[in-house]
C-alpha cells in the first residue's frame, strides 16, 4: 500500500475542500482507510474512517455533520469532503490505511505524505 494524500490548500471560513487519498500500488480496497490530521503544535488526530467496502463510517466529534469520508473502490480512492471550514480545522491532513474491514480510529500500519489545510478566519 503506497497513499498519496491531495487536495489540501488555503480557504476561507465557511468555505469548502475536497481531500483524497489515492494508493498508486492499487492494493489497499480491502483495507479500511482513515483520515488524520495534526495541527501545529498538537497531536495528531483522528478525523474519520471508512470501512473496506464503504458501507460504515467514524467521525470524530469535532467535524461531525461537516465532514463526509467516502470511497470510490474503482478509482482507488478515499475522498474527505469537508464543509463549513473553520480556522481550528487547519492542520496537515494525512490519510492511512489497516488492514481490517471496519473503521478504526487506531493500529494504522500505512501512512501517506500529509496535505495542508490552511483556514483564515
Known sequence: VQLQASGGGLV??????????????????????????????KEREFVAAISWNGGITDYAD????????????????????MNSLKFEDTAVYYCAAVPRSVPQRHGYGYWGHGTLVTVSS
Do not use: E, H
Request: charged share 20%.
Open 12 to 41: 476561507q471560513a465557511g468555505d469548502s475542500l475536497r481531500l483524497s487519498c489515492a494508493d498508486s500500488r492499487r492494493t489497499f480496497s480491502n483495507n479500511a482507510v482513515g483520515w488524520f490530521r495534526q495541527a501545529p503544535g
Open 62 to 81: 469535532s467535524v461531525m455533520g461537516r465532514f463526509t469520508i467516502s470511497r470510490d473502490r474503482i478509482k482507488n480512492t478515499v475522498y474527505l469532503q
